[in-house]
């Protein structure tokens, strides 16, 4: 017994040895590139503008593309990546694209898994790698930078513009609009509910139950508010985090914190039932995101504003066809169909409220409206400076960079498609750790 | 005690077998793992619509399509057979260290600390060395205080070294809130991404060899040390027993000391090689259960740490293998989690076979 096992653990040694090198081998020439990493200082690019270099290819043909789609969880445990895999089904469906053609990669986490993850699909043949998590970025842009010929998108990451890589590009959509209108769904609510006399003017508080202190859930959450302010004057909001995007038991507990300190509604972002459920359980209102809750609260929920990522699919996809390059940053919006509301659940809402939410739509498409309009929000009691400046290229210390208030108003994702609004306005109380 | 009429004997009685010839052992090794694939072939046939044989063959795809799935291969092996090196000398012992997924995110945390805070400041020459010694000694601390109390105080091991995982997670989610880019993301990303700074070099090119020959240098030296070195004797003795050891002379507080210090230096080493020589982040994830997995290996292979690359190597293939399965026919995970499952169910179930027999009750066959 001993000695086979000792013969059985020798052959087994000289296999792994004999596989590394003829790994070695066989792909020798592929090196680890420096890539030149070229930052920018002060103006940051227009998003509109291209910097990326053209694909320089022939125009393809839809049956000559290969996607591949990294997701961090598997779409049937996290709605985060749900909302990905059901735009892939959507764009696949209406580009008669095969399952040969459209690879999904889930549970790949933030780190050299995501690497080699990209590279594989390479190896697979795609045209187009698509990620999904902000920690994907540094890997894909590692993957980008070796493969020059193969265009890497990645989903809410802020390094594209900076980095300058020509295959690697940064996409997000004008998400703080739809939860502005999102606000005015619940501050119409609140309306209704001092006007029935349950609580008075004074006391409406607004809770939200947020991830991160991060620019993109403070611009989320800031948006929401000043939404719900923009109907309702006097109410106020208080925020706490989960420190975690998915986290069903503590977006539960925070939302029930929220609510026994007085909130009379509750918003999140945060991926999980948690905060909906405990909202039904309360009968107090609740603002979604990304998925209907309805049927989790049919007392309760009233609405969700999410990020539809086909039209970005549908878009990457035909530029590599066409040959023309990918914006290095693209930020969708109403007008693109990227930013939507789901189904008003007309059971909860006030009277009147989807008339006001075609009309701050149909405001927002046409340019006439702004969410972050310095006159409406105060900072320690003082107005924006019209100087003000927010960290828009990405640094290690974070040091403001770029003039952001234009003709009256914080142009948020103007610069960058990832959200750079990061200053907790007056009216909203949030505890910000670390 | 009623009495009991001797035709009332249960069905079926288990009794202890004699040792088997090897031979006889790898068959029913063998015909194990065939009836885990036949099963799960049916499996497959009967819940999904797919060809079983197309999904054994994205198996095997999945594993050693490319070059590089075969280093993904080799690299994933390495670590998990670092981890199960790691967590041998304490289970030989009978210490029940369920900590490694802790020891070993101490070792990264320890890693990564000397690639942020001396990675541009320090030459390589003596970056390398302190990298080393922190993870090590990170590791280290992290296993013997667990070992301190069981030695001292006799506390429950098995509780400590699980409750230490939770600690060392913590620490490690304290830490990103100071590490973290950009602020409040939660994500470390690359360390030094532009000087490489800490990064263990690539050899022939190669990112991973250097962990796969650093592991199989570890594997030869740990099946020496506990076969043949006076601790590794010190170190079965206790895990036969304690009163023994005592009685024999042994120090039964060092050797456990000593042992879970070893333990954990090691899975410090498997941090180490996971920032440095991988993945260059660090996140709570970073350990990702493998300092679980670990405990499988090295029970199925019984600590010897030949075995080990075949069980560490057969636990890879598998989770790689079926990661492909769910990529290739858009299923979800669970299809590839069963598969797995069936198998390592018929694997573990034949060395039960190979360790007991069924009598059953109207076997005419004599027992010896």
Redesign the interface.
Known sequence: MKKTLKILALVLSLCMVVACFAACNNDADETLTDGNVVATDGDAADVSEDVSADAGEVALDYSDIKVGFIFLHAPTDSTYDKNFMNAVEEVQATLGLTNDQVIVMSDIAESEACYEAAMDLVDQGCNIIFGDSFGHEDYLIQAAQECPDVQFCHATGDSALAENIPNFHNAFASIYEGRYVAGIVAGMKINEMIENGEFTAEEAKMGYVGAFPYAEVISGYTSFYLGARSVCPTVTMEVKYTNSWFDIDAERTQAIALIESGCKLISQHADSEGAPKACEEYGVPNVAYNVNTTDMGPTTALISSKINWAPYMTYMIDCVVKGEAIDTDWCGGFNTGSVELTELNTAVAAEGTQEAIDAAIAAFKAGELHVYDTATFTVNGEALAEDFQADVVPDAAYTPDTDVVLDGYFAESEFRSAPYFSIIIDGITAVVEG | MSHVAPHMEPPVRLSKRD?MP??K??LVRIAGILLGVALSSLFIVLVTDLNPAEVFTSLFDGCFG???????L?QN?AILLCISLAVTPAYKMKFWNIGAEGQVLVGAAATAACMIYFGNTLSPWLLFPLMIISSLFAGMVWGMIPAFFKAYFNTNETLFTLMMNYVATQVI?FLI??WE???????V??IN??TKAGWLP?L????Y?IN?LVV?AL?VVMYIYLKYSKHGYEISVVGESENTARYIGINVKKVILRTMALSGALCGLAGLLLVSG????V?V??A?GRGFTAILVSWLAKF?P??M??TS?LIVFFERGA?QI??SF?M???LADIITGIILFFIIGSEFFLNYKLNFRHSKKKEG
């Not at chain 2, 490319?66 to 993904?72: A, D, F, L």
């Not at chain 2, 880019?181 to 994500?187: H, V």
């Open positions: 040792v090897t031979w052992g790898i490319t070059p590089r799935r075969i280093w993904n080799l092996t989610a809130t100071y880019n950009p602020k409040g993301s939660n994500s990303g690359v991404s532009a690539y022939f090119d190669k990112q060899l796969i199989l594997t991988s993945s260059h982040t996140s994830n970073t990702g010897n030949a075995v690359l075949l190597f990661a769910a990529t858009r979800n995970e669970s």
